[in-house]
């Protein structure tokens, strides 16, 4: 069976920082391009990160580039999602997701919120 779990969502303060884990399960992990989005209240999901199988290059949203780090470990197959310098607009249901051709698998989601 197919999982994607996050985890290490919660409130945090502007200018903190957030790392958010996606543990999953039940296919070839290291074989797969791996994805971050997110999805703020009344507005659509947002793809901000990708991290390909190998090499394991990588590509960011321009809102997040510099602020936030998209890491895979394959051992432990989990993808990892480091936020730094986060901002009130990054409040949103962050979701991973793992595709290859035919397969396009999506977790749950965390709540993150960025407030004072």
């Known amino acids: 069976q197919v999982q994607l779990v996050e985890s290490g969502g919660g409130l945090v303060q502007p200018g903190g920082s957030l790392t958010l884990s996606c543990a999953a399960s039940g296919f070839s992990f290291s074989n797969y391009i791996l994805r971050w989005f997110r999805q703020a209240p009344g507005k659509e999901r947002e793809f901000i990160a990708r991290?390909?199988?190998?090499?394991?290059?990588?590509w960011y949203l321009d809102s997040v580039k510099g602020r936030f780090t998209i890491s895979r470990d394959n051992a432990k197959n989990t993808l990892y999602l480091q936020m730094n310098s986060l901002k009130p607009e990054d409040t949103a249901v962050y979701y991973c997701?793992?595709?290859?051709?035919?397969?396009?698998?999506w977790g749950q989601g965390t709540q993150v919120t960025v407030s004072s």
């Open positions: 991290i390909e199988s190998t090499p394991g290059s990588t």
């Open positions: 997701n793992a595709w290859t051709w035919g397969d396009d698998y």
